[in-house]
């Protein structure tokens, strides 16, 4: 099995270049004992960038995961036992680390004042989107959402990283999560123990995508679409505009 470094901590989610050794190899692709990049996933896309070892190099261009954890190659193939130097595209990671962690915090306010689900998200560089059932809202009203989401974000609330029991996350009505009981049913039975990411007390989620430590790294949200799905579903389009 391979170890995700972004897993555990938020020092494992800022990791730009690692060192493994190779456990698997096939035409194109690559398994490793441990990794920084992020496979496809809840909404986010794949990290891409490079390996390099002794004997040659390759570009990571994909990564993905079914029960094993692989890395889609274009360039040399190491030998089983090599230990690879990897370096993440760190501009593309960190935008999607930004972009996520800021889906969560929209989601949480729209829970908050519209009493709203999240049902579906995607994740992008430069934009991303996310959709709600049920939910109607006029101009006016994603503008109030807007400046809330904003708030919360100049006020910095701790984005914090843990693994949590289920049942206590399902079963305590006191804990605020914009996770639909939707999303909840999808999760396998088998599942018993969870990755969390919870933002101050206004948002408590499972996840296994990568987010910023600080809620000031993400900038500014500033909406810019909001489209009716049909069904009481709408989809909310938004930017980030970054100070740094």
């Known amino acids: 099995m391979t170890v995700q470094l972004h897993m555990d901590s938020h020092d494992g989610t800022y990791t730009k270049e690692f060192e493994a050794k190779v456990q698997a190899t096939f035409p194109g692709i690559v398994e490793l004992d441990k990794t920084a990049f992020y496979h496809l996933g809840g909404g986010q896309p794949a990290d891409t960038g490079s390996f390099e070892w002794d004997e040659g190099e390759a570009l990571v261009t994909d990564v993905r995961k079914k029960n094993r954890l692989r890395h889609f190659i274009d360039g040399d193939i190491p030998e089983v036992g090599d230990i690879i130097r990897g370096q993440i595209d760190w501009t593309r990671r960190y935008s999607h ?13 729209v829970s908050e004042l519209h009493e709203s689900d999240t049902v579906g998200n995607q994740i992008g560089i430069e934009k991303s989107r996310i959709d709600f059932k049920p939910l109607s809202v006029n101009n006016v009203q994603v503008n109030e959402i807007q400046d809330k989401v ?24 006191e804990i ?54 049909g069904s009481e579903k709408l989809r909310l389009s938004y930017k980030l505009n970054n100070f740094e």
């Open 176 to 229: 605020r999560s914009s996770m639909s009981s939707g999303l909840w049913k999808m999760l396998p039975a088998s599942v018993k123990d969870l990755r969390v990411i919870t933002i101050g007390d206004i948002d408590v989620c499972p996840c296994a995508g990568t987010h910023v430590r600080s809620l000031k790294e993400i900038g500014e949200v500033e909406f810019t679409k909001r489209k009716s799905k």
């Open 97 to 109: 680390m930004k972009m996520h962690t800021s889906q969560h915090l929209v989601s949480a306010v």
């Open 150 to 173: 904003n708030d919360y974000i100049m006020k910095d609330l701790k984005v914090t990283i843990s693994e949590e029991s289920r049942e206590n996350l399902e079963n305590n009505s």
